[in-house]
């Protein structure tokens, strides 16, 4: 991996010894977008058609930079950190996945973006495919990658596979044992839903785990899944209501991971469902296998151009 100092913006809370972590390239600008209740820390670099990429929990929009030096070459790619997470203001509330699809809005309004690819992980698929249900008119293409979807498919089942405890984990307790200990926590997430929990190095976990400690960031964290409830109830409405999503929808697993699980899941909620599965890889596919992964996203997009 590339070996870089952390953004500048993240410098004044890293210890002296800085934290590494695969760049961005030099002409990506960033810029803090005003939304409903919060202010959102954006990425934008290259021209053509957009793509928005969501990151998830335990990771900031930062675990992208690979696939953005690939797409920028020919795509606009516009990287939001999610509300509540990395450079992101910390509101109280807000973080059932409708109101964060109104983030997504509210970004791609303010660049004057009208219509865009999504690329998502983990809870970034949430509140993608919250956007996508509710402006899917804004949406060419959803490529979700290797996490469920509150309310979509088997759910239920998911809900009781233990290495998804956390789900069901948070309140002011929760924040108050592991204020301090973030990187204890993180570690736990980054280690069990690894292949190879070696790939994730030391320099990112040492950069996400500062991120994860600032003020606010943490109850951010359990906020998104204490949400899960009220987005299966929003999701299964909107899909009572309008049907099944009707772009095309890339579905994406790590081979240790969700794997074709994942195209289950989405067949539940889209019409038209293309199978991925990224070898060798867990569920952190930018770390475990980055060349794989931008390459099957690269391919997708251009095939389905």
Same mark, same amino acid.
């Given at each position: 991996?590339?070996?870089?100092?952390?953004?500048?913006?993240?410098?004044?809370?890293?210890?002296? +010894?800085?934290? *590494?972590?695969?760049?961005?390239? !030099?002409?990506?600008? &960033?810029? @803090? #977008?005003?939304?409903?209740?919060?202010?959102?820390?954006?990425?934008?670099?290259?021209?053509?058609?957009?793509?928005?990429?969501?990151?998830?929990?335990?990771?900031?929009?930062?675990?992208?930079?690979?696939?953005?030096?690939?797409?920028?070459?020919?795509?606009?790619?516009?990287?939001?950190?999610?509300?509540?997470?990395?450079?992101?203001?910390?509101?109280?509330?807000?973080?059932?996945?409708?109101?964060?699809?109104?983030?997504?809005?509210? +970004?791609?309004? *303010?660049?004057?973006?009208?219509? !865009?690819?999504?690329? &998502?992980? @983990? #809870?970034?698929?949430?509140?993608?495919?919250?956007?996508?249900?509710?402006?899917?008119?804004?949406?060419?293409?959803?490529?979700?990658?290797?996490?469920?979807?509150?309310?979509?498919?088997?759910?239920?089942?998911?809900?009781?596979?233990?290495?998804?405890?956390?789900?069901?984990?948070?309140?002011?307790?929760?924040?108050?044992?592991?204020?301090?200990?973030?990187?204890?926590?993180?570690?736990?997430?980054?280690?069990?839903?690894?292949?190879?929990?070696?790939?994730?190095?030391?320099?990112?976990?040492?950069?996400?785990?500062?991120?994860?400690?600032?003020?606010?960031?943490?109850?951010?964290?359990?906020?998104?899944?204490?949400?899960?409830?009220?987005?299966?109830?929003?999701?299964?409405?909107?899909?009572?209501?309008?049907?099944?999503?009707?772009?095309?929808?890339?579905?994406?697993?790590?081979?240790?991971?969700?794997?074709?699980?994942?195209?289950?899941?989405?067949?539940?909620?889209?019409?038209?469902?293309?199978?991925?599965?990224?070898?060798?890889?867990?569920?952190?596919?930018?770390?475990?296998?980055?060349?794989?992964?931008?390459?099957?996203?690269?391919?997708?997009?251009?095939?389905?151009?």
């Amino acid at each position: 991996m590339l070996r870089h100092l952390i953004a500048a913006a993240s410098i004044a809370f890293a210890s002296p +010894v800085q934290a *590494q972590i695969v760049p961005f390239p !030099a002409s990506v600008r &960033t810029q @803090d #977008i005003a939304t409903n209740g919060a202010t959102i820390h954006v990425r934008t670099g290259g021209s053509g058609p957009a793509v928005v990429l969501l990151h998830g929990y335990g990771e900031t929009g930062d675990m992208w930079a690979p696939m953005v030096a690939d797409l920028m070459r020919d795509h606009t790619v516009i990287v939001p950190d999610l509300r509540g997470l990395g450079l992101s203001s910390k509101p109280a509330g807000g973080y059932d996945k409708k109101t964060q699809a109104g983030d997504v809005a509210a +970004v791609l309004d *303010q660049l004057g973006i009208r219509q !865009a690819d999504l690329v &998502t992980h @983990d #809870i970034g698929n949430m509140v993608g495919f919250a956007f996508a249900t509710l402006h899917p008119d804004r949406v060419r293409r959803f490529v979700l990658i290797d996490a469920p979807v509150p309310g979509v498919g088997p759910w239920e089942e998911v809900l009781k596979n233990p290495l998804l405890w956390h789900f069901r984990f948070g309140g002011p307790d929760m924040e108050r044992l592991v204020a301090g200990r973030e990187r204890i926590y993180l570690d736990r997430f980054w280690n069990e839903f690894s292949a190879d929990p070696k790939k994730f190095t030391e320099g990112a976990r040492d950069h996400y785990a500062r991120l994860y400690a600032m003020p606010g960031a943490m109850h951010a964290g359990f906020a998104q899944f204490a949400s899960f409830d009220q987005d299966a109830i929003d999701n299964r409405a909107a899909l009572a209501a309008k049907g099944k999503l009707k772009m095309p929808v890339y579905a994406i697993g790590g081979e240790k991971s969700f794997g074709p699980m994942m195209a289950t899941v989405m067949r539940a909620g889209a019409d038209d469902v293309t199978e991925g599965v990224v070898p060798g890889s867990g569920h952190w596919i930018m770390e475990e296998n980055p060349a794989a992964t931008v390459a099957m996203v690269r391919a997708y997009l251009d095939k389905t151009k």
